[in-house]
């Protein structure tokens, strides 16, 4: 079990004041319509697998049901037409690779917001595939030390199929291939996920001095704080 957690890179602790609380909900409010709608319009999380998982981030966001409802509801008019998930890649400064998740009903617009932004700060847009095959589409489990035994813990990573591992000093982390990720309910038997989602985990990392990720995070909240960007996935560790 490594100690240090890819997950936790796009994880950062931040205060939140109410204007940046309102700019996650909107978003999630977006992922939870989008989910309705390529999941053929059904509005049960329990047979919609997107939606299930929408659901439960905005759970771990702290977003009012009223919010969820009114965004599940949007999907069964006109609301949402044209909106689709697009994956952008970038090549950030210091060496680090960026895959840039959006929600856009405007590609053309989203990707010359990004574009320019990334160019603004020292980057430069990829290629399709220049760097996605660096990182390896899959699930992300997460458990809270306090609330999870470790030996349930590792039952729970065997019966998911697990391919990894990973501790900090209060999760367990544990990455599954992403085919699995629609049987975790039935294999927690019990217990608690403090957070389930899909996950870009990069297989090809760049290590970095403290400086240098002061630089390429200042990049990645600048994108997060675009209105069309979800999350933003990128290969640096810390030396």
């Known amino acids: 079990m490594s100690g240090h957690s890819k997950w936790s890179q796009i994880k950062r602790q931040k205060g939140i004041n109410d204007q940046k609380r309102g700019q996650i909900f909107s978003k999630l409010s977006r992922l939870i319509t989008l989910a309705v709608k390529e999941g053929g319009g059904i509005t049960d999380p329990s047979n919609n697998l997107r939606l299930r998982l929408a659901v439960e981030r905005a759970k771990v966001e702290n977003m009012p049901r009223e919010n969820v409802m009114r965004a599940i509801e949007k999907a069964k008019g006109e609301g949402g037409a044209g909106l689709k998930e697009i994956i952008y890649e970038a090549f950030a400064p210091k060496g680090v690779h960026l895959l840039i998740k959006v929600l856009s009903?405007?590609?053309?617009?989203?990707?010359?917001?990004?574009?320019?932004?990334?160019?603004?700060?020292?980057?430069?847009?990829?290629?399709?595939?220049?760097?996605?095959y660096q990182f390896k589409k899959c699930g992300v489990v997460v458990f809270n030390k306090n609330k999870a035994d470790e030996t349930a813990v590792f039952s729970f990573a065997e019966k998911a199929g697990s391919f990894d591992i990973e501790e900090n000093d209060t999760s367990y982390i544990v990455y599954i291939p992403f085919e699995q990720i629609g049987q975790v309910h039935e294999n927690l038997s019990g217990l608690e996920a403090s957070n389930i989602e899909i996950f870009y985990r990069p297989e090809i990392t760049?290590?970095?001095?403290?400086?240098?990720?002061?630089?390429?995070?200042?990049?990645?909240?600048?994108?997060?704080?675009?209105?069309?960007?979800?999350?933003?996935?990128?290969?640096?560790?810390?030396?």
């Open 206 to 239: 760049v290590s970095l001095e403290q400086n240098d990720i002061a630089t390429i995070e200042h990049l990645i909240e600048c994108l997060d704080d675009l209105e069309d960007v979800d999350k933003v996935y990128a290969n640096f560790t810390s030396i």
């Open 105 to 132: 009903d405007n590609p053309n617009r989203t990707h010359s917001e990004v574009k320019n932004l990334i160019e603004r700060l020292g980057g430069k847009m990829g290629t399709p595939n220049s760097v996605a």
